[in-house]
Nanobody
Framework: QVQLVESGGGLVQAGGSLRLSCVAS????????VAWFRQAPGKEREFVAT????????DYAEPVKGRFSISRSIAKSTVYLQMNSLKPEDTAVYYC????????????WGQGTQVTVSS
């Protein structure tokens, strides 16, 4: 089993940047792919980005391609989401998720971190 804790959210102006972190505990973290999802008010949770166990395979949702970058540190049991050129439509609660590589959520979720982008 793995526990996930997100941090790094906050309030930023449009065009700004934030870096989210997802710290995992549990010895098996390195065996999971990790993904970021987000949920805006009144909307369903949606896929944002995912990175494989090795870090060699990465996939992004179309709305964030070219602006967001996902990476992981096995040594630090941490996955990062660097978000640049933020837009008001990026406003959401961002969740870290561990499971299989791909756009389908796995079984393990963090508690979420709020990202608010003002226009």
């Amino acid at each position: 089993q793995v526990q996930l804790v997100e941090s790094g959210g906050g309030l930023v102006q449009a065009g700004g940047s934030l870096r989210l972190s997802c710290v995992a505990s549990g010895r098996t973290f390195s065996t999971y792919a990790v993904a970021w999802f987000r949920q805006a008010p009144g909307k369903e949770r949606e896929f944002v980005a995912t990175i494989s166990r090795s870090g060699l395979s990465i996939d992004y949702a179309e709305p964030v391609k070219g602006r967001f970058s996902i990476s992981r540190s096995i040594a630090k049991s941490t996955v990062y989401l660097q978000m640049n050129s933020l837009k008001p439509e990026d406003t959401a609660v961002y969740y870290c998720n561990a499971g299989n590589f791909g756009r389908v959520a796995g079984d393990y979720w963090g508690q979420g971190t709020q990202v608010t982008v003002s226009s």
